[in-house]
């Protein structure tokens, strides 16, 4: 500036006025088609206790507009435009301060506003006031006041909005905190203000037969069968340790994989596959096996069936070859992890009628009926062998 300048100063030709819970409260010029967003913007924004509710507009013409900064901030595209108020010449706005509340949107029972509260209120009949939470609420816990999660809202991408700044966003999965038990994953602190957004769900597996509880689960990239078997609970007692399939549909024709549903628990990776959107996991159950090996016309493994004797399942195989010992049957059954031999006289069974020796078999007994002669014995060790008796059941199965 030199000597002699002449600095001037116009007056405003629009002008607007903010007051309250903003940055920078004031008198602010505009220009034709500036709007509400514009204004909070000049103003600094919002500050820590300006409220997204309550808010007026005054027109010099005496018309006051209730503000919903909610829907300018955090609202669908069309709600946003409808909200974010073309300013006249002589508004005056007001931002009140908050109620301390966050809000619940999306995929909840009882989407709004959740007032944060020193103690939880109660109704006359005595039952705890809907809507409230206690400040520093777990994120699970302000959800549940919302009316928990619907069945096609997703635990495993929920989202924190910071008051003012859609842009600011967490995600939390409550899979992790729930299932897994890791706390950290809900240590995110809730502010006033701050939104909790629960989305749908866009990526699910369905999960039947031997686990605890069977249906349909939300997953996450890059999770495996162990994930989606400990989210079902785990299997159950009855539950095959073996085989257990996959199934995918892979360019419209179905692809079924099988897998060591002991090894994916086990986190091995050659059976514990990245599951993908649309999989179908089967966890059969355990066949419950009793097996008639020897001089029986088709041995074999056959279902158990509670109460049924040895007689049924001797008939089951067939019944007997020609050459078949009845007198040295013997039934191989676990008992407290040891193996035993209980000797049957089946001569006696059919041709006394002593029906008094036809026991009850249990699951996973072996019935084996030797031949007259044994003949080709290493043969049946080999088969006895196979399907876990212990070598020394073989001695006095065959009279060493």
């Known amino acids: 500036i030199e000597e002699g300048d002449l600095i001037y100063v116009p007056l405003m030709k629009r002008s ?14 505009i220009k034709e088609g500036e709007r509400l967003l514009d204004l909070l913007n000049m103003a600094g924004g919002l500050n820590e206790r300006g409220s997204l509710f309550g808010g007026t507009l005054d027109r010099v013409s005496g018309e ?24 006249q ?68 991408k929920i989202e924190i909005r910071r008051k003012g700044n859609p842009g600011d966003k967490k995600i939390v999965d409550l899979y992790k905190l729930l299932i897994l038990g890791e706390m950290a994953e809900e240590e995110i602190k809730i502010y006033p203000e701050d939104v909790i957004y629960v989305p749908p769900i866009t990526m699910t597996v369905k999960i039947v037969g031997q686990v605890r509880f069977p249906g349909v689960y939300e997953i996450n990239p890059g999770d495996r069968i162990r994930d989606l078997i400990l989210r ?7 539950a095959g340790r073996e085989n257990g399939q996959l199934e995918r549909v892979i360019n419209g024709k179905k692809v079924v994989y099988t897998f060591n549903i002991t090894n994916a628990l086990q986190g091995e990776e050659k059976d514990n596959f990245i599951l993908e959107d649309g999989d179908t996991i089967y ?63 089946l001569s006696d069974i059919i041709n006394k009628g002593r029906s008094n020796l036809d026991i009850e078999i249990k699951e996973n007994d072996i019935i084996f009926v030797p031949e007259v002669f044994i003949k080709g014995w290493q043969d049946i060790v080999q088969i006895l062998m196979g399907i876990g008796i212990l070598k020394s059941t073989i001695g006095p199965l065959l009279g060493w």
Do not use: C, H, W
């Open 89 to 156: 010449d002589g508004d005056t706005i007001n931002i009140v301060s908050e109620i301390k509340r966050v809000y619940v949107l999306g995929f909840v029972r009882n989407p709004g506003p959740i007032q944060l509260v020193e103690k939880l209120g109660t109704t006359p009949e005595g039952a705890l006031i809907s809507g409230q939470a206690v400040e520093g609420a777990r994120i699970s816990e302000i959800i549940n006041s919302a009316g928990g999660i619907l069945p096609n809202g997703s635990f495993r």
């Open 232 to 238: 079902a609970g785990g299997i159950t007692e009855k």
């Open 283 to 345: 966890v059969a159950e355990q066949r419950r096996l009793v097996y008639v090996l020897g001089q029986v016309n088709m041995p074999g493994a056959f279902d158990y069936k509670e109460g049924r004797k040895l007689t049924e399942y001797v008939s089951l195989a067939g019944g007997l070859k020609d050459r078949a010992d009845l007198g040295k049957v013997a039934v191989i059954r676990e008992e407290n992890g040891e193996s035993k031999v209980i000797p049957i006289n």
């Open 16 to 29: 607007v006025k903010i007051l309250g819970q903003v940055r920078s409260p004031g008198i602010y010029e």
């Open 64 to 87: 006051r507009i209730d503000l919903d900064l909610f829907k300018l901030f955090y609202g669908k595209e069309r709600e946003r435009e409808e909200a974010n108020l073309y300013l």
